[in-house]
């Protein structure tokens, strides 16, 4: 076990749920990942693995078949996961985002209906804010829910989403649309935003009527899991579909799931981070140069002290938003200043052990090269560093507020 990163006051459960899950990173995860990037695979092996570990449920109430953990357990377990693969993190992360925000929000009826099966990984969820034109300005969304003309009381959603982690496989996708029908002229937009759960096919092309994913997105990194647009011309959803039973949460709603999805990010940061630091500190020993193995110059070693101490705190940040958020307490303030360090620190430790492979982290062969392609999602998945510091500089002044 590693010295870095530790987490003091855990249960005996939550210690035996991590060693579990390392054991699994460790055996089914590390051997298989670089390959399974390089190729753009999605990791299905991987997938029903941690269905059968139970990890799809783990913060899903034990009523509903899931295990009952806490947001802390989530987190660690994603620090874990991430530290193998950041691409089968994400694919847990949405999911548990829809898992949340149904268990917090939704009707007995959409728990029930939902959250059983969400537990076991049978029904697999996404969720949808962004749009091709908008990027972190929310309240912008154009994509817009309206009555049914007739009068069945369903919603016909019409609009393009973009950026869905797990689109294509996913069977649950909780979109945000306007809905600006039953609200005055000149009510704010956030106040005009309704969730809708949109259940489908997984696949790709028009996967129910009104519905097309076009297909993968390619990118530089996070490859494996599937990213996507989502296109809706007239989609028809049941008015038992609206998350909550009423139109108009659906801001709140998608900001309390994505304040713990922050917390979530953080920890995919730290797992990368960490991952990063093995490579870097056990290549350095293995490395010589003018006679002697390259960690004994100090120049190397200053590296790993910086490269240690960013992990660690990283670390400890995202140890305390997610302990705040299990007291009750709010903790957006403490979420985003984890998700802006574990972020800023993941990609600045992944680069000083590209620095330490030399030219040997330029070839594929090295999982550095991963690494070095997936940090950068890191800066800017569930709002940019540049957000992160607009929501914790608001928070910090209306803590600190002038008396003057």
Known sequence: MSRLAQTEGLTEIQREILSTVRSFVDKEILPVATE????????????????ELGIFGLMIPEEYGGLGESLLTYALCVEEIARGWMSVSGI???????????????????????????????????????????GSDVSAITSKGAPAADGSGDFLLNGQKMWLTNGGSATLVAVLCR??????????????MTTFLVEKEPGFGQVKPGLTVPG?????????????????????????????????RGFYQMMDGVEVGRVNVAARGCGVAQRAFELGIDYAQQRHTFGKPIAG??????????????????????VGAAR??????????????????????????????FRIHGGY????????????????????????????KMIVGRRLLEEYRSQG
């Open 36 to 51: 399974l990037e390089h190729k753009d695979e999605y990791p299905t092996e991987i997938v029903e693995g941690l269905k």
């Open 92 to 134: 847990i992360n949405t999911h548990f985002i829809v898992a949340y925000m149904l268990k917090q929000h939704g009707t007995q009826e959409q728990k029930d209906h939902f959250l059983p099966r969400m537990a076991t990984g049978e029904v697999r969820g996404a969720f949808s804010m962004s749009e091709p034109g908008l």
């Open 179 to 192: 809905t600006d029908e039953g609200h005055p002229e000149g009510t704010a937009p956030h106040k005009s």
């Open 216 to 248: 993968k997105i390619d990118k530089m990194g996070y490859k494996g899991v599937d990213t996507t647009e989502l296109v809706m011309d007239d989609l028809r959803v049941p008015a038992d579909r609206v998350l909550g039973g009423a139109t108009g």
């Open 297 to 318: 110059h100090q120049a190397i070693q200053f590296k790993l002290a910086e490269m240690a101490t960013k992990v660690e705190a990283a670390h400890a940040l995202m």
């Open 324 to 353: 705040k958020k299990d007291s009750g307490q709010r903790n957006d303030l403490e979420a985003g200043m984890a998700k802006y360090l574990a972020s800023e620190y993941c990609k600045e430790v992944v680069e000083d052990a």
């Open 361 to 388: 982290g330029f070839s594929k062969e090295y999982e550095i090269e991963r690494l070095y392609r997936e940090a950068p999602m890191l800066l800017i998945g569930e709002g940019t560093a540049e957000i992160q």
